[in-house]
Nanobody, 114 residues
Framework: QVQLVESGGGLVQAGGSLRLSCAVSGTIIRGNAMGWYRQAPGKQRELVAQ???????TYADSVKGRFTISRDDDKRTVYLQMNNLKPEDTAVYYC????????WGQGTQVTVSS
């Protein structure tokens, strides 16, 4: 049974930092591009950061320079370091493959107060 479990969210003031983790079980992530997605209330889910199997990273313009995605294939875990958080970063954050989605996890709530 494939599971994605996101953790590390919370309430933080603007300018603060959080580190999200996504633990994958039931399958491997090695060889797959992985991404962090977020969904704010009333908005569609969007891809904010991705990392290829060769560790190349790409970011949405809204988070570039503030977020850093990384991965540990042996631990089957994907990370998202978020710095200089802004209120508009408030959302539920999910991880998944970039191609051939796995089932979605429950996500982790990030709330940034102004």
């Amino acid at each position: 049974q494939v599971q994605l479990v996101e953790s590390g969210g919370g309430l933080v003031q603007a300018g603060g930092s959080l580190r999200l983790s996504c633990a994958v079980s039931g399958t491997i992530i090695r060889g797959n591009a992985m991404g962090w997605y977020r969904q704010a209330p009333g908005k569609q889910r969007e891809l904010v950061a991705q990392i290829t199997s060769s560790y190349r990273t790409t970011y949405a313009d809204s988070v570039k320079g503030r977020f850093t995605i990384s991965r540990d294939d042996d631990k089957r875990t994907v990370y998202l370091q978020m710095n200089n958080l802004k209120p508009e970063d408030t959302a539920v954050y999910y991880c998944n493959r970039v191609f051939s989605f796995l089932g979605w996890g429950q996500g982790t709530q990030v709330t940034v107060s102004s």
